[in-house]
Structure formats: structure tokens, C-alpha cells
């Protein structure tokens, strides 16, 4: 997962980190509640970059690629959809409200979630949001929580050649 997690994410405190997955929960959400087709393509973390990941769906589920060290050199991440177990009963023990998502897919240590367009709890939404995170509005986000390293970025979706 080299170049994947190399994409420029900032740091946040564990504490907004857990707020904005806080944000998500309030019921027990199912995969089936999830629809994430429309996440299907290649991403950048800005508009203007190059594809860094691209989702999937084949017969084995989704899937995200990311590139690897060399340009032709993509690796295969399967995801599960819906939000991690874990994650869920800690944010519920909380007492928050469910925020609807149109997606929610995952791996381990990455959460990739798709907002409703216009929704009010999409960060990128906000008018005072970071740029540097969110240059432009997108209903796509990605949280990493790499150990002790954790962060948020809007997700562009971005053309390739395949």
C-alpha cells in the first residue's frame, strides 16, 4: 500500500477523527442498506491529480486498486461494504444519530464513504471546509486511521485510459 497511503491526508486529532465517524451512526446500518455502485471509477485526493485508486465491482465484490511503485503496477484491495462492526458498537455506545450515506465501503484501516449530494454532514459540503482537504465539493470521502497516524480527504473522481 505504498503510494495509496502516500496520498497527502492530514493529520487530525483521534478525537475529530472519531467525530466524523460518529456522524455516521445511531441504528445498526446493513449492507443491503447501502447502495455503491455509484462509487465505481478512479480517484484522485484533488480534482486536478492523477487516479491514485480506483473501486471495482467484479464477481467477487468491490475491490479498490491502488498504485503500486511502478505506473502500470496497480494492487488489489478487497473491500467489504457497509461500516466495520467495531467501529459501529463503539460510535453507538456514544448515543449518535445515523447519518445516511449512500455508501460505505471498507478495508482495513480505510473507511470510503459517499454522501447523499447536498447533505448537510458531508464535510466538503460546508462553506468554511478545509481546501486543502476539500479543494471542491465531492460526495466522496475516505478516512484513514492508520495507527497512530489519522486522516480525511475528498475523493475527485478523475478520467483514466482504462
Known amino acids: 500500500m505504498r503510494k495509496f497511503l502516500r496520498l497527502p491526508v492530514s493529520k487530525v486529532t483521534r478525537i475529530t477523527l472519531f467525530s466524523l465517524i460518529a456522524l455516521t451512526f445511531g441504528t445498526t446500518v446493513t449492507a443491503a442498506d447501502y447502495s455503491c455502485d455509484g462509487f465505481v471509477g478512479s480517484f484522485a ?17 468491490f ?7 511502478s505506473p502500470d503496477d ?16 463503539e460510535m453507538l455506545a456514544d448515543g449518535k444519530k445515523m447519518i445516511p450515506l449512500t455508501c460505505a465501503l471498507s478495508a482495513d484501516e480505510v473507511l ?3 454522501f447523499p449530494t447536498g447533505s448537510p454532514d458531508n464535510p466538503s459540503e460546508s462553506k468554511s471546509r478545509n481546501r486543502s482537504k476539500y479543494p471542491q ?5 475516505m478516512v484513514v486511521n492508520g495507527g497512530v497516524a489519522a486522516g480525511e480527504t475528498g475523493l475527485y473522481r478523475v478520467r483514466t485510459e482504462d
Open 45 to 61: 485526493n484533488r480534482p486536478d491529480n492523477e487516479a491514485a485508486l480506483k473501486i471495482v465491482k467484479d464477481g467477487n465484490g
Open 63 to 69: 475491490a479498490m486498486f491502488f498504485q503500486g511503485d
Open 74 to 89: 496497480w494492487e488489489r484491495v478487497p473491500l467489504k461494504v457497509g461500516v466495520p462492526e467495531d467501529v459501529q458498537k
Open 112 to 114: 470510503l464513504w459517499q
Open 137 to 141: 465539493k465531492t460526495p466522496y470521502i
